[in-house]
């Protein structure tokens, strides 16, 4: 017997940045909400917030484990995992079940729990049910890509999906990957007592970042954690003791490695494999979701949104990309384009580090030149009363009009000194004016920008 088929106006997969499609301008419309894991998404339960609250106390217990140099004799005696994750998730889950319910409760609105299959262009499956809907946004998001590891599925481990929510914290902790997520658990989990190893297939961490970046963060980063460059993992096995075994391979030979636990931190791929888009029209490339500057698939009333689509992953540009379709939803006569550009982003590890723009490397590579300005943190009174040995600010401007065509940060607060930066960029700003067209606060951290700014004009000279 065919299954009964609900129609609808608006049928949106996933809840994270796609919840927020919903204004008060949809209340005439009927719509269903398609959600199979816990609702409010990656950024809210296992991503952005949980992290950066960790974040923050790992960068609590650092300053408190290195200031001595500041004349402070202190340390930390005691670290009561479970009192900070009932802090955390005390706070989050009662979000993402008050939204739940919000959504549930609203009368024009359907909420499905469940997995989301394609038929064809314009039907859904979940869980048996069939809809049909008018228009249709695709928000998925993204999910961790597990490397081709001999006995890793036979082996216990965890992704970030799952390690914040471990039950007690490991003596020992191996990392498989040496990107941002990587690195920002290795840092989490170290400062909280762990013996953290990372194992990174390439020569430097974070090798996705501007090569000056990478290189010092990677000098920075090995004095607290322990690294292996250029290793693979040639075979994960589990002993008796529920021990983690791996076997790899390094420039100098094979070692082997013990651990108490596995995080897999390899990447995230887009959530594109298990809705059946192959029974549609919708185009992919790489997995990802093509759409226009509308947010617009191939297949007129599909959209698609965040991560998904970019692979870029950062929720601000999600959040940005869910207003455009939320506008275009309701004024297809009048449609908006989405503006990314330029899109800053920041990986909240020790370092800490900020980038916009492009990166020495990618205007070389382009033949696109460029002039460069540098400054250390140390340079400045705030950094220097710091204590502050490695940060610097690297700005790279087009020599004929002073324009920013990439900015690079790393150092305490990297993430907000950016925004300066950023803004230059949005709005033509070009290096003079953004270093002497203003007053910079004195003694004041954001001095490191102008004078980064200040070199990189004496270098247009």
């Known amino acids: 017997m065919p299954a009964e088929l609900e129609e609808y106006d608006l049928v949106i997969i996933g809840t994270g940045s796609g919840n927020t499609i919903i204004t008060p301008e949809f209340d005439s419309w009927k719509i269903a909400i398609i959600e199979k894991g816990v609702f409010g998404g990656t950024c809210l339960n296992r991503g952005c917030i949980p992290s950066k609250m960790l974040v923050h106390i790992a960068n609590t217990i650092y300053e408190i484990e290195t200031c001595e140099m500041l004349g402070i004799d202190a340390s930390v005696t005691d670290i009561r995992w479970s009192d900070i994750q009932q802090r955390i998730f005390n706070r989050i889950d009662p979000i993402s079940e008050s939204g739940e319910s919000y959504r549930a409760g609203l009368s024009n609105v359907t909420l499905y729990k469940g997995h989301a299959r394609f038929l064809d262009n314009t039907k859904l499956e979940v869980d048996g049910k069939q809809l049909v809907a008018k228009n249709i946004v695709i928000a998925t998001g993204a999910k961790p890509v597990l490397p081709e590891i001999p006995g890793l599925l036979e082996t216990a481990f965890h992704t970030s999906d799952s390690i914040m929510r471990i039950d007690t914290l490991p003596e020992s902790l191996v990392v498989v990957g040496g990107g941002y997520i990587a690195t920002e658990m290795a840092y989490i989990f170290s400062s909280l007592g762990c013996k953290v190893t990372i194992i990174a297939r390439s020569g430097q961490l974070l090798k996705a970042q501007d090569g000056e970046i990478s290189e010092k963060f990677t000098e920075a980063f090995t004095k607290n954690v322990g690294v292996h460059l ?232």
Not at 253 to 274: E, F, N, V
Request: with cysteine.
């Open 230 to 461: 250029e290793t693979h993992v040639e075979l994960v096995s589990e002993d008796e003791d529920g021990r983690i075994q791996l076997t790899c391979t390094t420039p100098t030979g094979s070692i082997s490695l013990c651990s108490d636990m596995l995080l897999i931190a390899t990447g995230r791929a887009p959530a594109t494999d298990d809705l059946n888009l192959v029974e549609t029209d919708i185009a992919v490339k790489n997995g990802y979701i093509i759409t226009d500057e509308q947010m617009r698939t191939n297949v007129p009333g599909v959209f698609a949104l965040g991560d998904v689509t970019n692979p870029n992953q950062l929720k601000h540009a999600a959040n940005a990309e869910a207003r455009i379709v939320s506008h275009n939803l309701i004024n297809s006569s009048e449609p908006m384009t989405v503006d990314l550009d330029p899109l800053p982003y920041a990986i909240f590890t020790n370092p800490q580090i900020a980038a916009v723009g492009a990166t020495e490397e990618e205007l070389q590579r382009l033949g696109k030149q460029y002039v460069k300005g540098c400054a250390q943190y140390s340079h400045v009174a705030y950094g220097w009363a710091m204590e502050n040995s490695d940060g610097f600010c690297k700005v790279l401007a087009d020599p004929k009009n002073g324009n920013i065509l990439g900015a690079h940060i790393m150092g305490p607060h990297a993430s907000t000194l950016i925004h300066q930066l950023v803004q230059g960029m949005k709005f033509g700003q070009n290096i003079k004016d953004l270093a002497r067209g203003m007053l910079y606060v004195h003694p004041a951290l954001s001095e490191v920008v102008e004078n980064a700014l200040l070199a990189a004009c004496d270098a247009c000279r």
